[in-house]
């Protein structure tokens, strides 16, 4: 497929077709229900894997943000004991910078993980209000 640029003198040059963008979704919560399967999906597996693999591999749209939101996402998959930290890789989206490796929380502990996690949020909270 090409895209027809014309020019001023009438002529007309072939080139290729502008590349498709990643579709953005305008809710960020709309986002978030959109992608949230996939990387259960990804954790139900129990191998490693980043948040690039499984947005490219799937082709997920980005959310409204995409230099900001992407990075929330684990933190609420950590929050609700889906996936926990488990190394450090590169990523090609992100031009071969360091990115975390996640893997999924077995779904019998899961209730607990998230639990632990809130505790720990709670503590966190607390010490700071003393200690300010």
Known sequence: MSHVQPVFDGMHLEAPAPAKTRRIVDDYEAWVDEVWPYFVAAADTGQPFTVDEVSRKHRLPDPPSPKAQWGSLPGRLQNDGIIRHHSGGTS???????????IGVPAHQREAVAAARREARQKARAARRAAA
Do not use: Y
């Open 92 to 102: 090609v989206r992100a031009g071969h910078s360091m990115v975390h490796v996640w």
